[in-house]
């Protein structure tokens, strides 16, 4: 269905409908540099040893300009089943204050200010703590009509869920917002915060971040179809029971429940997934769960037989203020600096930052370019085991002593923290340098590895690197004009109309490029 077609309903009737859904000068090294070798390389996904049950052959089946002239989006927040954007430009000018206010250039805003508003408002949402609870949709609570409350946690302006209490005392879950849903299958995609919900027989998990499996505990009873590893995960963290657990293989084209799905990989996290839908009446879907765009998506033989009609895309920075360098080229700039501080001073303590689950390659990195093990907690041990890597598990250990990169939460990145640590091995090193990965880097208008400046404070040295697990705003663009999708519907970020409107503005132009070059 076009969005267009939203437009033919009446006034009247969208008034009724209830308002909203939950919306990165190094030196040059050695060979390691250009790319990571192959026995270090974090698998995304696990790689399938099962035949392929259709054949696939390398070609793109959908340049044809004629199939994108039908595109026609309107205002996404019609296609939401939201007010028409003029009653909500004259709410947002009576209500100026707005917390959820757009991050998106607006007349009269300063670039600071948007960056801001920008910050705050994708902070819920991208490269935050795995094991942190938190909502993954940004929400404006003046237009959601679901009956869903909401809070701030703590003092980081992440939001929970409030779930409402009947006049029986009885909980009531959140309603599952549309943008969670498969329409014309029986597939939710990481909505398990949502209880059972109706009409759904198979919840599937694109990957292990609490933002997503958020819901599940141990005594969770839905069919939760997953890959390998992020299965592994579900088993061993959060002590899910093996019979809920479908394992579904990489790459490899599988029923479930009458539709045919193949799993990609995403290059997110490890065992992050897209999800690739062939539904019965003939239309295709590509959901990306959380992803990072990349030019080698563009070779994956399952995209390029195929023609996506209908694109669930992760749009953490979709705004054109968001840009960053390739992750390569970051993970080049941390290996070439350690390697360097190493080499001057031996008794250099390498410590990387990292959640439950993220920023391994960072990590393994550097101690492949130093030849050193890793040393994590034995939780994070554990978690790494659950990729299924002997290459990796050979170069991780538990011993503090025994390796001179080690892993420590994020938190405890601070230069108080990093002394404390430091002094625990004083006896084999004398200073320390400390590699913060986080996307959030780019606020300080890093477009380039050359503008990386580092923080000292004696003998600490932190770096700060705009390592983001998302896509930046050219590589969505750069996906987007590859695939050539008929729909897009935004998963993140989703909850302003001025924040859709800017979304739904850059769709069009990014496809309208193409379709005036062919």
């Known amino acids: 269905m076009a969005f267009c077609s939203c437009v033919l309903l009446d006034q009247r009737t ?22 990571q070798p192959a026995s270090l390389q974090v698998p995304s996904s696990q790689t399938s040893i099962v035949q392929r049950s259709q054949a696939m052959p390398p070609q793109k089946g959908h340049s044809k300009a004629g199939q ?9 927040g019609v296609f939401f089943g939201l007010k028409p954007l003029r009653e909500k430009e004259k709410e947002a000018e009576s209500a100026p204050n707005d917390l959820n206010a757009s991050s998106t250039p607006t007349a009269g805003k300063s670039s600071g200010q948007r960056r801001q508003r920008g910050d705050r408002q994708r902070k819920n949402k991208a490269d935050t703590p795995a094991d942190t609870p938190q909502a993954t949709e940004t ?14 946690s703590g003092t980081t302006g992440r939001r929970r869920w409030r779930n409402r209490v009947n006049a029986d005392g009885e909980v009531q879950l959140p309603r599952c917002p549309f943008y969670k849903k498969i329409p014309g299958t029986k597939f939710a995609i990481d909505a398990f915060r949502y209880g059972q919900i109706e009409g759904i027989a198979a919840y599937f998990l694109t990957h292990f971040h609490s933002d997503h499996y958020g819901g599940l505990t141990k005594i969770s009873t839905v069919p939760i179809y997953c890959n390998r590893i992020t299965g592994n995960l579900v088993k061993s963290k959060l002590r899910v029971a093996e ?84 992750q390569q080229e970051v993970i080049n700039f941390a290996a070439s600096t350690a390697f360097e501080l190493v080499t001057l001073n031996p008794r250099t303590l390498v410590v990387c930052g990292s959640y439950s689950v993220g920023k391994e390659k960072v990590f393994l990195a550097l101690a492949e370019v130093l030849g050193s093990k890793v040393c994590l907690s034995r939780d994070k041990y554990n978690t790494m085991c659950c990729l299924e890597s002997e290459q990796i598990k050979g170069r991780l250990t538990t011993d503090w002593k025994a390796a001179q990169v080690h892993v420590l939460p994020m938190m ?59 896509s930046s705003f050219l590589e969505l663009k750069q996906f987007v004009q590859w695939l050539q999708p008929l729909k897009i519907i935004p998963t993140v970020n989703n909850g302003s109309w001025a924040n859709r409107k800017a979304m739904e503005k850059c769709f069009s132009e990014w496809l309208m490029d193409v379709k005036n070059k062919q």
């Open 14 to 35: 969208l008034r009724k409908r209830k308002a909203g859904h939950h919306l990165l000068k190094a030196k040059t090294l050695s060979l390691f540099l250009r790319k």
């Open 68 to 76: 994108v002239s039908g595109l026609k989006q309107t205002d996404i």
């Open 139 to 152: 929400i404006n609570p003046s237009v959601d009509g679901q009956g869903e409350v909401w809070g701030r």
């Open 243 to 326: 019979q809920y657990v479908h394992i579904l293989p990489m790459n490899t084209e599988v029923t479930v429940e009458g539709v045919r799905v193949i799993l990609l990989d995403a290059n997110h996290c490890p065992g992050a997934a897209m999800l690739l839908f062939f539904l019965p009446d003939g239309q295709t879907v590509l959901h990306t769960g959380d992803f990072r765009a990349d030019p080698s998506m563009e070779t994956y033989p399952e995209l390029l037989s195929c023609r996506i009609q209908t694109l669930y895309l992760d749009t953490t920075y979709c705004s054109p203020e968001y840009t960053f360098p390739r």
């Open 412 to 470: 405890q990145l601070s230069f108080r923290k990093l002394q404390d640590h430091l002094a625990r091995f004083s006896h084999q090193y004398d200073q320390l340098v400390a590699f913060k990965p986080t996307g959030w880097t780019f606020s300080q208008q890093i477009e380039s590895v050359e503008d990386i400046q580092p923080q000292k404070s004696g003998n600490i040295t932190i770096y700060g690197i705009p390592y983001s697990e998302h």
